[in-house]
């Protein structure tokens, strides 16, 4: 609903009220984490009879750890998230200096690729999948990029999750992603089978994966998927990991998944410091597409939002370096240049350095260049 509407309403110039009606604090505080069809902390809301001058601590700051949970945000006074469709208070009755919606719009775009981008690096020309849930292929964000959905297992395959935008969007959203201008294969999967962890259908996702890939041009080929699902301690795990085997042979780097060192990485917000020692990805603090239109809002965006990020930082650092590919263990080589190249401060602790990853693989792939020009004058002579 646009904001002229939202601004009637909560003049009560408009009736009938779509947005529900938050009549306190305590109320706003109340409102859950998950409900269907919301999904998410505070969306299709009307707060505008409330008072939130004194509340900014409830908005802002760094939270007190990694994820709080609901109940630990109802006491401790803390929104984790808002989208775009709530109807705010008029300006006296907000806090000082805080703007929901300014708060929103400029954590769209993740920071730390501006300069890759300004380069033309958008991963343009480099495919991308993700294995997750069901996903609003219609989203404005991303639809442009897709190149291919499908829905495996029982799903209603019209059905839309709220997971599937957020890490679409993460990885290449038009103005939230890190890789814009990439392709994206998506695979819907449910991990859940007659009640319990089972990978039976992300295992068939793969194995359709690998099936297109065998079909798409070596310029085409999907070299990054990106899987925020499963465990290693889930039904069919060992398959998986046989797959992503699979996957990693056929020059498709796996991202996620429980696969290899994913306990590398941890959200945090780019604002305050990373005070662990795995490589912080700036997802926390952070705008993604809202899986019923719009756009969403979260201080903790999630181990599962890390992943399509970077998958999208090394589409970036590959596009005008496909020779880089041919390197006999090119995944396992990036892993290594995502730790050799992070960045470690006072001020923002260790962090990845998408501009550091991009460089060094430039650097490798212009030696095997040479190297090439210098075995064919060999041959010449």
């Known amino acids: ?29 109340q409102l859950p984490f998950e409900s269907t069809p919301n999904y998410k902390k505070v969306h299709h809301v009307d707060l505008s009879g409330l008072d939130l001058s004194k509340e900014k601590d409830m908005f802002t700051g760094p939270l007190p750890k990694q994820h709080v949970s609901q109940d630990e945000a109802k006491q401790l006074r803390i929104i984790t998230g808002w989208t775009t469709d709530v109807i705010w208070p008029e300006a006296d009755k907000m806090p000082p200096d805080f703007n929901p919606i300014k708060e929103l719009e400029a954590s769209k775009t993740p920071t730390d690729t501006t300069k890759l981008h300004q380069a033309g690096k958008t991963g343009k020309g480099i495919s991308i999948a993700i294995i997750d849930q069901r996903l609003n292929i219609k989203h404005p964000e991303y639809a442009d990029n897709i190149k291919y959905y499908s829905v495996f297992g029982p799903w209603d395959k019209d059905g839309i999750d709220y997971h599937g935008s957020l890490v679409s969007g993460c990885a290449v959203g038009h103005t939230t992603g890190t890789a814009p201008e990439a392709d994206l294969y998506y695979f819907a999967a449910p991990t859940i089978v007659g009640g319990e962890l089972d990978r ?29 699902w499963g465990g290693i301690k889930d039904k069919g795990a060992d398959e998986s990991k046989e797959l992503f085997d699979e996957c990693e042979k056929n020059g498709i780097m796996v991202i996620g998944g429980a696969y290899k060192e994913m306990s590398t990485y941890i959200p945090y917000d780019k604002r305050y410091k990373n005070k662990t020692n795995r490589i912080g990805i700036p997802t926390n603090g952070k705008t993604t597409p809202f899986w019923q239109g719009g756009y969403y809002y979260t201080r903790q965006g999630g181990t599962s939002s890390t992943i399509p990020y970077i998958a999208g930082i090394l589409a970036c650092a590959t596009q005008e370096n496909k020779l880089f590919f041919r390197r006999q263990n090119w995944p396992d080589e990036l892993r290594n240049i995502i730790k050799q190249t992070a960045t470690n401060s006072p001020e923002h602790g260790l962090v990845i350095n998408p501009d550091g990853i991009a460089q060094m693989v430039t650097q490798i792939t212009k030696e095997m260049e040479n190297q090439i020009i210098i075995k064919k004058s060999t041959q010449y002579e």
């Open 1 to 29: 609903m646009n904001k002229i509407k939202q601004f009637l309403y909560s003049r009560g110039i408009l009736t009938n009220n779509p947005y529900k009606k938050i009549k306190n604090i305590d109320e706003l505080l």
């Open 200 to 228: 039976k259908y992300i295992n068939e996702a793969i194995r359709k994966l690998l099936e297109i890939n065998k079909t798409l041009p070596e310029n085409k080929k999907i070299r990054f998927l990106s899987c925020s």
